[in-house]
């Protein structure tokens, strides 16, 4: 027998480990610095880390009183409704959930190209079709309503807006994915270029914000426009902030007026009883958090000053920076030991995309950067 035809799907290319990468170059990962998957210098939160010990003496038992503490923990933060928050494994997980929440066979989404390769692959599994939208390296990577609209499928011919028909086909994508702030750019859209988004999409189609970066923006969430309408849904994740992208731990906050999808299409405790606790602690570490933003804003700043590269101005815990040939830049540096995103997957084969570090580490990676480019 065979698997269903899946020769339109592509495979998710991850950032290398330091393991892999050590063992090819015969170093020691702890002689490694590893900025290639946006991960957290400082490691998980201390706090998360006890949580962890003691809950694993409780793995036996499903995550019933915990899954349903961090929701509400999350809804009060948030200050919406418990139903409104989706736990999940991941944001990746979130994106699964809302695709399938939405998503009619053979019905189309959105996609940012450049951008992250999960909201085309979520939506092919779940029998969706896939558009893009071009984010345009010539006009320096910017985001507006434009950059979206120009490529929105659910306009009239010579008509700026889209038609508005009730019902399912209004002929526009069923989802649109914005990705604020931007992974690889580090760029962000506004919360108005946002709102025009959802105001001149159709009625049936969902924004879905994804700010797996947020924390590190200076710029306000959408979720303040989820309580005012019912087609957009954020993304949040533990992944990158809280550093616990190994326990896999996000969460969407949806409208009230669909909330309760979530229980026909989640899978029986979404998130685990670990990383239910691990989440539940972080969100009171607020020195860990907060040391991790203040570091990045630092090393943001640092790579835009010292690097003998062109940079983006960004809004997330990476910078991307024009090196030429990425991919032999990135294998040159890797040999001395600094790892980081060659971007060719992105479509971006003259940039890499550096994960803010340490400062010892980002002077490191900054230091090694612009020896590979002066030879
Ligand atoms: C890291 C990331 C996510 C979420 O990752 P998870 O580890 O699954 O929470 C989502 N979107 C973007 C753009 C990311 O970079």
Same mark, same amino acid.
């Given at each position: ?7 339109? !799907?592509?495979?998710? $290319? ?15 990962? &702890?002689?490694?610095? /590893? ?90 599994? !779940? !029998?969706?079709? +896939?558009?893009?939208? $071009? ?51 580090? /760029? ?20 879905? +914000? &994804? ?28 992944? /990158? ?46 020195? !860990? ?44 540096? $890797?040999?001395?030991? +600094?790892?980081?995103? &060659? ?19 980002? /002077? ?12």
């Amino acid at each position: 027998m065979e698997p269903r035809d899946l020769s339109s !799907h592509t495979v998710y $290319q991850a950032g290398r480990g330091i393991e892999e990468v050590a063992r090819d170059l015969g170093l020691d990962p &702890d002689d490694l610095v /590893k900025l290639a998957s946006n991960e957290n210098p400082f490691g998980p939160s201390p706090a998360a880390v006890e949580a962890i010990r003691e809950a694993a003496g409780s793995a036996n038992s499903y995550p019933k009183a915990s899954h349903a503490d961090l929701t509400e923990k999350l809804a009060d933060r948030w200050s919406v409704a418990p139903e409104q928050v989706w736990l999940a494994n991941g944001g990746d997980g979130v994106l699964d959930y809302l695709a399938r929440a939405m998503l009619e066979p053979g019905e189309a989404v959105l996609v940012p190209d450049p951008g992250f390769a999960y909201y085309g692959m979520s939506a092919r599994y !779940h !029998h969706g079709e +896939v558009q893009e939208y $071009q984010i345009s390296k010539a006009d320096d990577f910017a985001l507006a309503a434009e950059t979206v609209l120009d490529d929105y499928e659910g306009r009239e011919s010579g008509d700026s807006r889209p038609r508005r028909t009730s019902g399912k086909s209004d002929g526009g994508e069923r989802i649109v994915y914005l990705t604020s702030p931007h992974n690889p750019t580090g /760029k962000r859209f506004d919360l108005d270029a946002v709102a025009e988004i959802a105001d001149r999409t159709g009625e049936e189609t969902l924004v879905v +914000v &994804d700010e797996a970066y947020g924390e590190f923006a200076d710029g306000p969430s959408a979720v303040e426009l989820v309580g005012e309408r019912d087609d957009v849904a954020v993304l949040r994740t533990f992944s /990158k902030v809280y550093g616990l992208a190994g326990v896999r731990l996000g969460y969407g906050i949806v409208p009230e007026a669909w909330a309760d999808a979530y229980t026909r299409v989640s899978t029986p405790f979404a998130a685990s009883e670990i990383a239910c606790r691990a989440g539940l602690a972080a969100l009171d570490d607020d020195d !860990h958090a907060r040391k991790t933003v203040e570091t990045a804003e630092w090393a943001r700043e640092y790579l835009y000053e010292n690097l003998d590269a062109p940079t983006w101005e960004s809004h997330g815990n990476f910078v991307l920076a024009e090196v030429g040939d990425a991919s032999e830049v990135a294998d040159e540096l $890797q040999r001395r030991g +600094v790892i980081v995103r &060659d971007c060719t997957s992105f479509g971006l084969p003259e940039c890499v995309r550096i994960t803010c570090g340490t400062e010892a580490e980002t /002077k490191r990676a900054v230091a090694e950067l612009n020896e590979v480019l002066a030879s």
